[in-house]
């Protein structure tokens, strides 16, 4: 995670206009940018997928208010790529409290809602009216760059002349390939106008560790204004680009927004992606897939990528024990573990799981594992190892089951709506030599 000032103040307002384009421009998806690595991830397991024959959203057909939302027919269950990339307007950032905001408009759109770990749980939302703006935000610590991957009630109100439209809404937790995870919702409009929208953040209650411990616990409200009109609609829905139609439902993602800081380089300026570190850059003792050969697993381990690490779900699993003397480990053994997506790696928020140890065959204890959000390792999921009974640490050899509880309950953007839903235990293994 970026281990920097990242409020705007530090951004400067000079680079955001050069990198967005100007100051509440127009910002086209297209054409974003990587290096040879970030291309080699995203790209790297596209070989598996299953194309499938794209079916017509009628939500999008026919409206010339709205573009065309084409769907994949029959997407793998895993990230695949989607049919198209979408167009958005980019707000200047702003600071509130301990937090900083960067808005984005777009057309409204389709996304999927989740509420279970089933297929039947994923609902496909369309847009129940064609005037209005899909509503994005992405909130961070201003002083660390931390994304704030986390539900915790935020609220929005949007007025125009003063007098409120609608009701007070939560927005959806929500993840996208080239946005990772974000807050957002479709949003109808009166007619047009310049709108001002209220971003209520609240104290987060999610245990926080290391820069962010004792901080964000002070309720903030971000405002940003827009004009709705022909321009824009023009603008964003004219900006939309279609994949090649033999892409579509590839295994891979798109990558993040040019102007997203990812943390792959040195960039100080622009708007932060909620990429988790890389896998050299976790301490401690790297957990194996129970049936992988760990006579090599030290050296190897600055070779690792994520799409390397064992999957459920396609979500990547990183699973790593700290030693006692780490900051994040009280008086013994600390497992943390972050699941993240495996071509962006962006964070899989607000899941249950539990951890259940055996050693010889023999099941020692298990508990469950506490989201918890950290200055320097983003958001995973932690235990204390004293905490379960008859575990006094790990051994090598010994067996680590992480059961999935609950999948991430984060809307999606197209591409993942069908992955990280049925998740089966990942099984793991404390390895003879340190990894």
């Given at each position: 995670?970026q281990?920097?000032k990242?409020?705007?103040d530090a951004i400067?307002?000079?680079?955001?206009v050069?990198?967005?384009?100007a100051?509440?421009?127009?910002?086209a998806?297209?054409g974003?940018?990587?290096?040879?690595?970030?291309s080699?991830e995203?790209?790297?397991?596209?070989s598996?997928g299953?194309?499938?024959n794209e079916?017509?959203?009628?939500?999008?057909?026919g409206?010339?208010a709205?573009?065309?939302?084409?769907?994949v027919?029959?997407?793998?269950?895993a990230?695949?790529?989607?049919?198209h990339?979408?167009?958005m307007?980019?707000?200047?950032?702003?600071?509130?409290g301990?937090?900083a905001?960067?808005?984005?408009l777009s057309?409204p759109?389709?996304f999927?809602?989740?509420?279970g770990?089933?297929d039947d749980?994923?609902?496909?939302?369309t847009?129940?009216?064609?005037?209005g703006v899909?509503?994005?935000?992405?909130?961070?610590?201003?002083?660390?760059g931390?994304?704030?991957p986390?539900?915790?009630?935020?609220?929005?109100?949007i007025?125009?002349d003063?007098e409120?439209v609608?009701?007070p809404?939560q927005?959806?937790?929500?993840?996208s390939q080239?946005?990772g995870?974000?807050?957002g919702?479709?949003?109808?409009l009166?007619?047009?106008?310049?709108?001002?929208?209220?971003?209520?953040?609240?104290p987060?209650?999610?245990?926080?560790?290391g820069a962010l411990?004792?901080r964000l616990?002070?309720?903030?409200?971000?405002?940003f204004e827009?004009?709705?009109d022909d321009?824009?609609?023009?603008?964003?829905?004219s900006?939309?680009?279609y994949?090649?139609?033999?892409?579509?439902?590839e295994r891979?993602a798109l990558e993040?927004?040019e102007?997203?800081?990812t943390?792959?380089h040195?960039?100080?300026d622009?708007?932060?992606?909620s990429?988790?570190p890389p896998?050299?850059a976790y301490?401690g003792t790297?957990?194996l897939e129970s049936?992988a050969d760990d006579e090599n697993?030290?050296s190897?381990r600055?070779?690792?990528?994520?799409?390397d690490l064992p999957?459920?779900?396609d979500a990547?699993?990183?699973?790593t024990?700290?030693?006692s003397?780490?900051r994040?480990?009280?008086d013994g053994?600390?497992l943390?573990?972050s699941?993240?997506?495996p071509?962006n790696?962006?964070?899989l928020?607000?899941?249950?799981l539990?951890?259940t140890?055996e050693?010889?065959?023999?099941e020692l204890?298990?508990?469950?594992l506490?989201?918890?959000l950290?200055?320097e390792?983003?958001?995973?999921?932690g235990?204390?190892?004293?905490?379960v009974?008859?575990?006094e640490?790990l051994e090598?050899?010994d067996?680590?089951?992480?059961e999935?509880?609950?999948?991430?309950?984060?809307?999606?953007?197209?591409?993942y709506e069908?992955?990280?839903?049925?998740?089966?235990?990942v099984?793991?293994?404390?390895p003879?030599s340190?990894a």
């Amino acid at each position: 995670m970026q281990n920097r000032k990242h409020g705007f103040d530090a951004i400067d307002r000079r680079t955001f206009v050069r990198r967005t384009g100007a100051v509440t421009g127009t910002l086209a998806l297209a054409g974003c940018t990587s290096t040879d690595d970030e291309s080699d991830e995203n790209e790297s397991d596209r070989s598996g997928g299953d194309a499938g024959n794209e079916s017509e959203n009628e939500a999008g057909a026919g409206d010339a208010a709205l573009p065309r939302q084409i769907t994949v027919e029959d997407p793998p269950e895993a990230v695949y790529l989607p049919t198209h990339r979408e167009s958005m307007r980019t707000l200047e950032p702003v600071e509130a409290g301990d937090y900083a905001v960067a808005a984005m408009l777009s057309y409204p759109h389709q996304f999927w809602v989740i509420a279970g770990d089933t297929d039947d749980a994923v609902e496909r939302t369309t847009p129940e009216e064609a005037r209005g703006v899909h509503v994005m935000f992405v909130a961070w610590d201003a002083e660390t760059g931390t994304v704030l991957p986390v539900d915790e009630g935020v609220q929005i109100r949007i007025r125009q002349d003063g007098e409120q439209v609608g009701a007070p809404r939560q927005p959806w937790t929500m993840l996208s390939q080239e946005m990772g995870f974000h807050f957002g919702d479709n949003v109808g409009l009166p007619g047009d106008g310049t709108y001002t929208v209220e971003v209520t953040l609240p104290p987060i209650s999610t245990r926080k560790t290391g820069a962010l411990e004792g901080r964000l616990d002070e309720r903030a409200t971000a405002t940003f204004e827009f004009d709705y009109d022909d321009e824009f609609r023009e603008s964003v829905v004219s900006g939309v680009e279609y994949l090649d139609e033999e892409r579509w439902g590839e295994r891979g993602a798109l990558e993040p927004m040019e102007m997203m800081v990812t943390g792959e380089h040195d960039e100080e300026d622009g708007i932060p992606y909620s990429t988790l570190p890389p896998v050299d850059a976790y301490p401690g003792t790297l957990l194996l897939e129970s049936d992988a050969d760990d006579e090599n697993a030290g050296s190897d381990r600055e070779a690792l990528e994520t799409t390397d690490l064992p999957r459920s779900g396609d979500a990547a699993f990183l699973a790593t024990l700290l030693e006692s003397d780490h900051r994040l480990a009280d008086d013994g053994q600390y497992l943390l573990v972050s699941p993240r997506t495996p071509y962006n790696r962006a964070p899989l928020a607000d899941m249950s799981l539990r951890a259940t140890i055996e050693r010889d065959g023999a099941e020692l204890g298990g508990a469950p594992l506490e989201q918890t959000l950290d200055g320097e390792y983003g958001l995973h999921y932690g235990l204390s190892l004293p905490a379960v009974d008859g575990v006094e640490g790990l051994e090598p050899g010994d067996s680590v089951t992480i059961e999935i509880e609950s999948p991430p309950q984060v809307a999606r953007h197209q591409g993942y709506e069908t992955a990280f839903l049925e998740m089966p235990p990942v099984e793991l293994t404390v390895p003879e030599s340190g990894a």
